[in-house]
């Protein structure tokens, strides 16, 4: 087998967690995830993440200083493309953002916990996976398939 990048989608869901605890799993998942795949996301897509890690509730887990460097960290990490292509098929509006992203970005996978984005697995050939599946089939393969045979 030959290691090919991904290229990947993380919904604002995904993404909140690896945030507010940079030391867990989720932080970890998308750290491998930008080192090893090419990671997508749309103006759309980026404004809802920043929005919604300005909210005050999470004060309690970390400062909002260290919220926005995460977010331009973020930004710095990832594609920014333009979402060309509509879609109105999943039954939260508010998620069609990642699903048409993620098909304008010819994307293998979308990570997300989100329950109206998970039913719709698989969506126009893209995985839609949790970031424990999303470490299991991609992530974990990547360790066993890489041509270097570093791990």
Same mark, same amino acid.
């Given at each position: 087998?030959?290691?090919?990048? @991904?290229?990947v989608?993380?919904?604002?869901?995904?993404?909140?967690?690896?945030?507010?605890?940079?030391?867990r799993?989720?932080? @970890?998942?998308?750290?491998?995830?930008?080192?090893?795949?090419?990671?997508?996301?749309?103006?759309?897509?980026?404004?809802?993440?920043?929005?919604?890690?300005?909210?005050? @509730?999470?004060?309690?887990?970390?400062?909002?200083?260290?919220?926005?460097?995460?977010?331009?960290?973020?930004?710095?990490?990832?594609?920014?493309?333009?979402?060309?292509?509509p879609?109105?098929?999943?039954?939260?509006p @508010?998620?069609?953002?990642?699903?048409?992203?993620?098909?304008?970005?010819?994307?293998d996978?979308?990570?997300?916990?989100?329950?109206?984005?998970?039913?719709?697995?698989?969506?126009?050939?893209v995985?839609?996976?949790?970031?424990?599946?999303?470490?299991?089939?991609?992530?974990?393969?990547?360790?066993?398939?890489?041509?270097?045979?570093?791990?």
């Open positions: 087998m030959s290691y090919a990048r @991904k290229r989608v993380f919904d604002t869901s995904s993404l909140i967690p690896a945030c507010l605890n940079p030391d799993e989720p932080a @970890k998942i998308f750290r491998r995830a930008v080192l090893e795949h090419d990671v997508f996301c749309s103006v759309d897509t980026f404004n809802e993440l920043a929005t919604v890690l300005t909210r005050e @509730k999470f004060n309690a887990w970390r400062p909002l200083e260290h919220r926005l460097m995460w977010v331009r960290l973020f930004r710095e990490s990832v594609i920014l493309i333009e979402a060309t292509t879609v109105t098929e999943c039954r939260d @508010k998620d069609n953002k990642f699903l048409e992203l993620a098909i304008s970005a010819k994307a996978v979308l990570v997300s916990s989100d329950v109206h984005l998970l039913e719709m697995h698989p969506f126009r050939g995985q839609i996976l949790q970031l424990a599946d999303f470490k299991q089939q991609i992530l974990s393969k990547a360790v066993t398939e890489r041509p270097d045979g570093l791990t």
